[in-house]
């Protein structure tokens, strides 16, 4: 099993930064792609970005291209989501999430989720 503990959310207005991080504890960290998702109120889980175990691939929604960037750091067991350029529909809450299979979009393949962080991005 692996332990997942989100940070780097907050308030921001439009056009800003925010860094996401996510610590994982537990399993051997590079066993496991990992995914940040979002949920916006009202709105289902959806799929942002995912990275495979040795971060040499990445993935990401059409509606984050150019503007997000997922990273991990398997030495510290960390993986970030570098968010640049933040719009007001970016607010959500941000979830990373860990699972041995392929990396996927969908969230339900996914075995282990953090307790998530807030984002809010002010227009």
């Known amino acids: 099993q692996v332990q997942l503990v989100e940070s780097g959310g907050g308030l921001v207005q439009a056009g800003g930064s925010l860094r996401l991080s996510c610590a994982a504890s537990?399993?051997?960290?590079?066993?496991?792609?990992m995914g940040w998702f979002r949920q916006a109120p009202g709105k289902e889980r959806e799929f942002v970005a995912v990275v495979n175990r040795s971060g040499t691939g990445t993935s990401y929604a059409d509606s984050v291209k150019g503007r997000l960037a997922i990273s991990r750091d398997n030495a510290k067991n960390m993986v970030y989501l570098q968010m640049n350029s933040l719009k007001a529909e970016d607010t959500a809450i941000y979830y990373c999430a860990a699972d041995r299979g392929f990396p996927d979009i969908n969230p339900k393949r996914y075995a282990y989720w953090g307790q998530g962080t807030q984002v809010t991005v002010s227009s």
């Open positions: 537990g399993d051997t960290f590079s066993n496991y792609n």
